[in-house]
DNA sequence: CATTAACGATACGGAACCGATCCGTATCGT
DNA sequence: ACGATACGGATCGGTTCCGTATCGTTAATG
């Protein structure tokens, strides 16, 4: 999996070489059913070939199977990470919480609920899973760490519950519609507001 | 779907009554083979049939597919509904947020994965899971809306905001194990205290 | 132009599951 | 004992998918 074409440089190549459009073809094609509702495992070869217009053949002289095709396509599904200003550890906190659930793709969030049943099964993919968020969390983790030195929160938080907190809601909000009352949109500010507050009068 | 054995009290039944065991065996085998991380269209009624040692006619002879049993058998999952004590509201949320992803059955954690994808693309299911759902948000609103009334919290929350921020990081973590580092058992608290204090120092 | 390999298309055997139907048996009310 | 019905088990044809094989075609190299 994921050697892929090339190893670059070299001036081999006998025959007729592998073309990129239909890489692209597979992968879009995968993500693309996907979102489209397909679970990962009604999700068959033969549909994603057809869906790329392309020959099984094509998809096996690449990818030993579905899993390592899943595995690439979702790679390539990641998205672009937010940067944090640095000025304002509230709006840091509002651009991170707000960027939950929300990739560059505009698949990802329908494709991410098919995938949590998954992670949940296979080491692999829990993983997997780990390793595409971990950034994510650590970016958050520095604000919440720098937001402590400066003086503006608490010393004695927990900062790991502290991001559950603020993740949380997004996150079965968005990916689970949890609550068909809430406005998405004004979501994030009331999170980190009132995190940041607490709800007990004084 | 649901008529099922009986409609109590008459005094009919020309033959052989349906045993109830088969019904028991049937429901059971299938949560079994859920919580076992079979996906929803994984699971065959073959399958059923095999673990719950019955034959496919007699599922047949009872529901009119896949979907009306799975139906019946979640509804049979639900299990029981925590009470809160109305003294201390700290207590009672405690008692709720604690309950969260922790049914009576220690099989609904590891069903409930497998609803996500379904629940996003089916809107009877989403309305199952919502009904689910909805005592339980019901019970925790009251309670912020005494703690409210009492004076304990601020009049100007957002309650139903307020509800997600203490049933997410409950979900995300007993769901999707969203962060291995933190503890399930001190978590309930934690959430709890820090959405009744917040996070900024003062 | 000859070579070489990837291309799209299609077919294959094998497996899994479906809904439907039929056994022969077991268990009811009458 | 009798009809009626449910039981577990088995089988059928149809569908879908997998992974492999084989077409004739196409595109680069030399």
């Known amino acids: 999996m994921s050697d892929m074409t090339s190893t670059a ?119 997997l899973y780990q390793n595409i968020i971990a950034p994510r969390r650590q970016l958050m983790r520095e604000v919440l760490r720098r937001g402590i030195e400066e003086g503006l929160l608490r010393a004695d938080i927990d900062v790991e519950v502290t991001m559950a907190l603020l993740t949380g809601p997004m996150l079965i909000q968005r990916v689970l519609q949890w609550n068909p009352d809430l406005d998405g949109r004004k979501l994030p500010a009331q999170v980190v507001d009132t995190v940041l507050d607490g709800i007990r009068a004084r």
């Open 9 to 127: 440089d070299a001036p081999r190549s006998p025959g007729r070489p592998r073309s990129i459009r239909a890489d692209e073809a597979i992968i879009e094609a995968t993500l693309d059913l996907l979102a489209e509702g397909s679970t990962i495992e009604a999700l068959s070869i033969e549909a994603i070939a057809t869906r790329a217009g392309v020959g099984k053949a094509t998809i096996y002289r690449r990818w030993a199977g579905k899993d390592a095709l899943l595995l690439d396509a979702l790679r390539r599904l990641k998205g672009v990470m937010p940067q944090p200003a640095g000025d304002s550890v509230r709006d840091d906190l509002l651009l991170l919480v707000g960027a939950i659930g929300q990739n560059a793709d505009p698949r990802a969030s329908k494709i991410m609920p098919c995938l949590v049943p998954a992670v949940n099964r296979s080491p692999d993919q829990f993983q």
